[in-house]
C-alpha cells in the first residue's frame, strides 16, 4: 500500500508560514524510532513482508507510544520491541492460508495457523533480540508475550494488555480499514464495521477503548450524507 501524499496539492494563504511551525521536539506525541527499536526494525523488516504487516506494525508501535504515555506502569522496553516483532511469524504461512483463518465467519479449522504464526514469531524475535543485544531477562518477556498475542484471550500482564491493544487498535485506523478493504474485498462501510466489531470488543484498557472509540465515530462521518454535502473551497471554482 503507498503512503499518503506529504505535499500540499495548493496554497490557499498565499504565503510561506514554515517558519511558524513548531519543532518537533515540542510537540507532544511526535515520535520515531529509538535507536534500539530502529535496529530491531532493520532485522524484523524483512519478515513482516506479507499483508501489509510492515506498515501494520509500525502503526501499532505509534499506538502503542500513545498508550505508553498513558499507563506509565507499562514497560516500554518490553512493549515496543514486541509489537515490532509480534507479527514476524506471519512469513512461515502461505498468505492466501492466512487470510482465510482470519477471515469473517472462519470455522476455526485452520486455528493452527494463527497458532504457527504466534510461536514461529516468538522464536523469530528471540533470535533478533539477541543479535540487538537485549538482556535475556527482557527478550523472556518479550517472546512470551508475541507466543500468544492472538489465541490467548487473557493478558497476563499490563505489557500484554498494551501489546494486545496496540495490535487491535490499529484496525479502526484509516490504514487499518484500508488493509482490510483489500483483505476480503469489502466495501469501506462495511471494513469500518468489522473492524470497530473486532477492535473495541477485545480492547483490555480504558485508554485503547477511548483511543478506538474515538476513531470509529470520527470514521462513521465519512458516510453520513451531511459530510457529503458539505462545503469545500473547490466548490467555488
Avoid at 527478550?139 to 495490535?167: C, E, F, P, Q, Y
Avoid at 477485545?202 to 462513521?220: G, H, I, P, Y
Wanted: hydrophobic share 40%; net charge negative.
Amino acid at each position: 500500500m503507498s503512503s499518503p501524499s506529504h505535499s500540499p496539492v495548493v496554497n490557499h494563504l498565499g504565503r510561506d508560514v514554515t517558519g511558524k511551525i513548531p519543532d518537533a521536539s515540542r510537540v507532544p506525541g511526535m515520535i520515531e524510532l529509538n535507536e534500539r527499536d530502529g535496529a530491531i526494525w532493520s532485522l524484523a523488516k524483512d519478515f513482516l513482508r506479507t499483508r501489509d504487516n510492515d506498515a501494520h506494525s509500525l502503526y501499532a508501535y505509534s499506538i502503542a507510544q500513545a498508550l505508553l504515555s498513558q499507563i506509565p506502569e507499562a514497560d516500554e522496553n518490553i512493549v515496543l520491541p514486541a509489537i515490532l516483532l509480534h507479527d514476524t511469524g506471519w512469513s512461515t504461512v502461505d498468505e492466501r492460508l492466512a487470510l482465510e483463518a482470519i477471515a469473517p465467519g472462519a470455522d476455526g479449522s485452520l486455528d493452527h495457523l494463527i497458532i504457527q504464526h504466534e510461536k514461529e514469531g516468538a522464536r523469530i524475535a528471540r533470535e533478533i533480540l539477541e543479535q540487538v543485544g537485549v538482556p535475556e531477562e527482557d527478550i523472556v518477556a518479550i517472546v512470551d508475550i508475541i507466543d500468544g498475542h492472538d489465541t490467548r484471550l487473557v493478558a497476563m500482564s499490563t505489557n500484554d494488555s498494551v501489546v494486545k491493544d496496540s495490535d487491535k487498535v490499529w484496525r479502526v485506523t484509516p490504514h487499518g480499514r484500508r488493509v482490510v478493504m483489500d483483505w476480503f474485498g469489502i466495501d469501506a462501510e462495511q471494513s469500518l464495521r468489522l473492524c470497530a466489531y473486532r477492535a473495541y470488543n477485545e480492547l483490555f484498557t480504558d485508554q485503547a477503548k477511548a483511543m478506538s472509540r474515538v476513531l470509529v465515530t470520527t470514521a462513521c462521518m465519512d458516510y453520513m450524507d451531511e459530510l457529503a454535502n458539505t462545503y469545500t473551497r473547490e466548490d467555488l471554482a
